[in-house]
């Protein structure tokens, strides 16, 4: 009995830690429907009276939703796709081949980790101003085709893989190649969505770094087009909020279809045995 009630304290625990967690969320949904009126109600109106959809109809009539949208879907496809490149090869190398001060070269790569970017944000905006790169897409997305992050995720799974393979590999006269690309890759396709599922996110939702060196409406992303939904004479919520939802749409979705592979990659190497 003791234990039974502990597991139902513990699980009315989780309950409202999840509804605390998921209740913004959810009320940017039902705001997205609700009219001007409803939304600026006091108190908050918890549900919609009616489908109100003039809020979602006005975001598209007041800012180019539609090209920010499409501007941050291809950034973050090429930053996905550069850091899934140079995170699986550079993986591979701490992982799987021997070279001198291969400790030292991977403890200092693993300590960019620790930089901020604060930090590194006015040195990469000086590179990318010099090589005339503002208000492009190669400035948006060649300082973020590399991480430190991705490549120990990749490394942690690389490890886990059964010595044997690579040992019969060479024994049939596989280089470092082929290992690669016919063992490595097709193996490592957990932690690779991981890391895509990663890096997608992260860079569908960057906002500074597209504000410093976008100025054009034609290379804005969707959180800056987010942003200018609010005015300065005042701020309408119900438009704010109906914008909010359009963006969150396709990273809840990529997070819900990848949410099993995330956590599976993220926990890659913890166990052993």
Same mark, same amino acid.
């Given at each position: 009995m003791t234990h039974r009630l502990q597991n139902t304290f513990v699980y009315v625990l989780l309950v409202v830690f999840a509804a605390l967690v998921l209740y913004p969320i959810f009320y940017t949904f039902t705001a997205a429907f609700m009219t001007p009126e409803e939304a600026s109600a006091y108190p908050p109106r918890f549900w919609p009276s009616s489908l109100y959809i003039g809020s979602i109809v006005a975001v598209f009539q007041l800012v180019p939703i539609g090209k920010f949208i499409a501007n941050s879907l291809v950034v973050s496809i090429i930053i996905t796709a550069g850091q899934l490149i140079t995170s699986s090869m550079a993986a591979y190398a701490f992982a799987n081949i021997r070279f001198?001060?291969?400790?030292?070269?991977?403890?200092? /790569?693993?300590?960019?980790?620790?930089?901020?970017?604060?930090?590194?944000?006015?040195p990469n905006y000086l590179t990318v101003k010099k090589w005339d790169w503002l208000d492009s897409i190669q400035g948006l997305t060649?300082?973020? &085709?590399?991480?430190?992050?991705?490549?120990? &995720?990749?490394?942690? /799974?690389?490890?886990?893989?059964?010595?044997? &393979?690579?040992?019969?590999?060479?024994?049939?006269?596989?280089?470092?190649?082929?290992c690669f690309f016919r063992i490595v890759l097709p193996l490592g396709r957990p932690a690779l969505a991981t890391l895509a599922v990663y890096a997608f996110l992260n860079s569908w939702n960057m906002y500074l770094w597209p504000l410093l060196i976008t100025n054009s409406?034609?290379?804005?992303?969707?959180?800056?087009?987010?942003?200018? &939904?609010q005015f300065e004479e005042l701020t309408v919520w119900n438009l704010v909020l109906a914008g909010v939802t359009i963006v969150l749409l396709p990273s809840l979705l990529l997070l819900v279809l990848g949410l099993k592979q995330l956590v599976r990659g993220l926990t890659a190497g913890a166990v052993k045995g």
């Amino acid at each position: 009995m003791t234990h039974r009630l502990q597991n139902t304290f513990v699980y009315v625990l989780l309950v409202v830690f999840a509804a605390l967690v998921l209740y913004p969320i959810f009320y940017t949904f039902t705001a997205a429907f609700m009219t001007p009126e409803e939304a600026s109600a006091y108190p908050p109106r918890f549900w919609p009276s009616s489908l109100y959809i003039g809020s979602i109809v006005a975001v598209f009539q007041l800012v180019p939703i539609g090209k920010f949208i499409a501007n941050s879907l291809v950034v973050s496809i090429i930053i996905t796709a550069g850091q899934l490149i140079t995170s699986s090869m550079a993986a591979y190398a701490f992982a799987n081949i021997r070279f001198k001060g291969k400790a030292i070269f991977f403890a200092i /790569f693993m300590a960019t980790m620790m930089i901020p970017w604060e930090v590194t944000i006015i040195p990469n905006y000086l590179t990318v101003k010099k090589w005339d790169w503002l208000d492009s897409i190669q400035g948006l997305t060649v300082p973020f &085709l590399a991480t430190a992050f991705g490549t120990f &995720l990749l490394r942690q /799974f690389f490890l886990q893989l059964p010595k044997e &393979l690579f040992e019969a590999a060479r024994i049939d006269g596989c280089g470092h190649f082929r290992c690669f690309f016919r063992i490595v890759l097709p193996l490592g396709r957990p932690a690779l969505a991981t890391l895509a599922v990663y890096a997608f996110l992260n860079s569908w939702n960057m906002y500074l770094w597209p504000l410093l060196i976008t100025n054009s409406e034609e290379m804005r992303t969707v959180q800056i087009g987010i942003a200018m &939904l609010q005015f300065e004479e005042l701020t309408v919520w119900n438009l704010v909020l109906a914008g909010v939802t359009i963006v969150l749409l396709p990273s809840l979705l990529l997070l819900v279809l990848g949410l099993k592979q995330l956590v599976r990659g993220l926990t890659a190497g913890a166990v052993k045995g």
